[in-house]
């Protein structure tokens, strides 16, 4: 636990959350600043500030609590579906430096959907990258692995 992270305080019991689920691992609950109805935050209780720190195992079961949470939130606001976000860093927007999951209920035309569709539907602003330019770089990561 670290003393001055607010998810810790939550997973501690020290500050209240809307809890959607907990177990002796993992804790979920209802996001403060919603993107849209039904957003809900999915955490390790432990302490590990992104995700190049948490270990895989406890990466493992978050992803099966995301899981469980999806269908649930899904369900629960009749959403047409569900993304998932995880942000690592403040460059990519991290603002708690706990590892998080974000499960986000989706309905067509709502106002994540444009930057959304922006971002990830062809529309990135950058050059269609060539064939040897995309094995490079792939080679260069598989390096790192």
């Known amino acids: 636990m670290s003393a001055d992270c607010p998810f810790c305080s939550i997973a501690s019991g020290k500050a209240t959350a809307s809890i959607v689920y907990e177990d002796a ?11 849209n109805v039904g957003h809900t935050l999915v955490i390790p209780k432990e302490h590990w500030e992104n995700i190049y720190e948490v270990p895989e195992k406890v990466l493992a079961e ?4 995301v899981k469980r949470i999806s269908g649930a939130v899904k369900k629960t606001v ?18 708690v430096m706990h590892f998080h999951v974000h499960v986000i209920p989706r309905f067509r035309g709502d106002p994540i959907s444009k ?13 269609k990258p060539e064939r040897r330019d ?3 770089i792939a080679q260069k990561i598989r390096e790192n692995l």
Do not use: C, T, Y
């Open 115 to 127: 930057a959304i569709e922006a971002m990830v539907g062809g529309h990135h602003g950058f050059k």
């Open 62 to 65: 978050v992803a099966a609590v």
């Open 134 to 136: 995309l094995d490079e």
């Open 78 to 95: 009749g959403a047409g579906g569900i993304s998932i976000l995880q942000l690592n860093g403040r460059a990519a927007g991290q603002s």
């Open 25 to 35: 691992a993992i804790i979920a609950f209802m996001d403060l600043n919603p993107a």
